[in-house]
């Protein structure tokens, strides 16, 4: 069921309800019981409202398993699957265990158009969320430029693509929870009757046997490997953007370009596998996967919030400024100080933060920011980093919020028109989702990261890796491009880009 369809209620749905079953020991019985619980229900209709949603949930009391593990074990299934993991785990299930991950596989209601993300979407979403259901989620992404032409690889997703998994399986701290989801809406002409009999079929394929699965890629050679935009042709990109900037009469003072890798192995990739190989990067980082119905799959792991809202509290985050980090505590402690103390780095970071300040201060009350600038650490990389904070004025402002965040200044540039615009002008791929914000909406609660440091990953087809850099005044294009080959190197170092195979091929 496509809630974003024309010709469907904007009111909230008739019934919103989580029913909590007795625990169990292991995900075998709790998949049991879930069937059972539906038979039942289908067998006594409960529920007699033209619209709804209703979660069932079944906690797993001695078992363990990771959410990924647990997807990956239904890898046979061709249905639209999500996986997100949160940088820190603040949100809690109904008995004040915190929640790791979540992973979930068919759609409740999924929410999808060609295009841009507007208001009536959001409320299309909101319909079906209540503060009283707070583990009922819609999980997706946008995309960067809702005005650029789709390519192909990136037409299932559309605009924008939100699921609300049917069946869905919670990592806690300290257990897990498997569950289930059913909506219906009679004015888009899907019954009760059809999202139960929808959610029997999903069940019945679901595997029950949890196997782990080693974290770690196979050994992989490279058939070829493409880079757009050419080393010869970023320079040059480089160069006129700087040229834009440097105007006397030019309002440009930062773009974001960005490039796409194109890489072709002897065998597969699977999606799953990668999104597990970068648990090492995942400390300060959020790792994602999208994928609508024959479609590719979206992963990756960012470390950057685009926002969280708690209620009426929200928080973003201003990243930017890369260095590697160092081989010693004295040499990684010396590069901070560079990165601390360069020009170049605190122009490009300064132009981030103060940008996300207005913004919030658009919809806000007072903004606080705390640290205003100070060292993030991630496992190979470190970042200027700052956090901001304040307060909506209302919950109906939750989607003045994204629309006014995206695209922010770390992906995009300054002013967000004029760098778009030289963005369009310049790059010749589909950033797609790339950049754009990915999360999930909730109802007393709402979290994006923006979608960087991610890749498409294709059957048969390899993957699409994507980095960018900012530009400004003082930037160097083989700098830039070494910083691109830093970013990208979480996901190619699975690939053995090494290996005497590897034919390298510009694309111009």
Not at 112 to 136: A, K, M, N
Not at 456 to 464: M, N, R, S, W, Y
Request: glycine share 6%.
């Amino acid at each position: 069921m496509n809630g974003c369809r024309k010709g469907h209620s904007r009111e909230p749905v008739g019934t919103i309800k989580t029913q909590t079953l007795e625990p169990v020991a292991t995900t075998s019985m709790a998949l049991y019981s879930l069937k059972m619980a539906i038979s039942k229900m289908k067998s006594e209709p409960q529920f007699r409202s033209s619209s709804g949603i209703v979660r069932l949930q079944v906690s797993i009391e001695e078992e363990e398993v990771e959410a990924i593990d647990w997807l990956h074990s239904q890898n046979h299934l061709l249905l639209p699957r999500c996986f997100f993991s949160g940088r820190e785990h603040n949100s809690f299930d109904s008995n004040g265990r915190s929640l790791v991950s979540i992973a979930g596989v068919g759609s409740a209601v999924f929410f999808c158009q060609p295009h841009p993300f507007s208001y009536w979407d959001w409320v299309s979403i909101r319909r079906f969320l209540s503060e009283s259901c707070p583990l009922i989620r819609a999980y997706g992404a946008i995309r960067f430029d809702a005005k650029a032409k789709l390519s192909v690889e990136w037409l299932p997703f559309g605009s924008f693509y939100f699921m609300i998994p049917q069946v869905e399986f919670n990592e806690l701290e300290g257990g897990s929870m498997l569950t289930t989801t059913m909506a219906w809406d009679n004015t888009i002409s899907w019954s009760w009757e059809d999202a139960i009999n929808a959610l029997q079929d999903t069940l019945s394929k679901v595997s029950a046997s949890i196997v782990r699965f080693p974290k770690q890629a196979p050994p992989t050679l490279i058939l070829s490997s493409h880079d757009i935009p050419s080393k010869i042709d970023w320079d040059i990109a480089v160069n006129r953007a700087l040229e834009m900037i440097k105007k006397n009469n030019s309002l440009l003072t930062k773009v974001v370009l960005a490039r796409s890798t194109k890489v072709v192995p002897t065998t597969n990739i699977d999606p799953l596998t990668w999104l597990a190989c970068l648990t090492v990067e995942s400390e300060n980082a959020y790792q994602f996967l999208l994928q609508p119905p024959n479609a590719p799959a979206f992963i990756g792991n960012t470390p950057e919030q685009l926002f969280h809202r708690k209620w009426l509290h929200i928080t973003s985050e201003a990243l930017a400024g890369t260095r590697a980090r160092g081989v010693s505590i004295a040499l990684d402690r010396q590069i901070e100080l560079d990165l601390l103390t360069s020009p170049k780095d605190d122009i490009e970071f300064t132009i981030v933060r103060d940008t996300i300040r207005r913004k919030l201060e658009g919809v806000c009350e007072k903004v606080v920011i705390k640290p205003k600038k100070m060292i993030r650490k991630l496992p190979r990389i470190q970042h200027l980093f700052a956090q901001l904070a304040s307060r909506l004025r209302s919950e109906e402002d939750e989607f003045e919020i994204l629309s006014s965040l995206h695209p922010s200044p770390a992906v995009c540039g300054f002013p967000t028109e004029e760098a778009q615009l030289l963005i369009a002008k310049t790059e010749v791929f589909d950033r797609g989702m790339y950049g754009g914000p990915v999360g999930w909406f909730g109802g007393g609660e709402s979290e994006f990261a923006v979608g960087i440091r991610s890749a498409l990953v294709e059957k048969d087809h390899g993957a699409l890796i994507y980095a960018g850099t900012g530009i400004v005044e003082g930037s160097n294009p083989y700098l830039e491009w070494d910083e691109l080959e830093l970013k990208t190197s979480q996901f190619t170092k699975l690939l053995k880009l090494d290996l005497p195979l590897r034919q390298k091929v510009d694309c111009k």
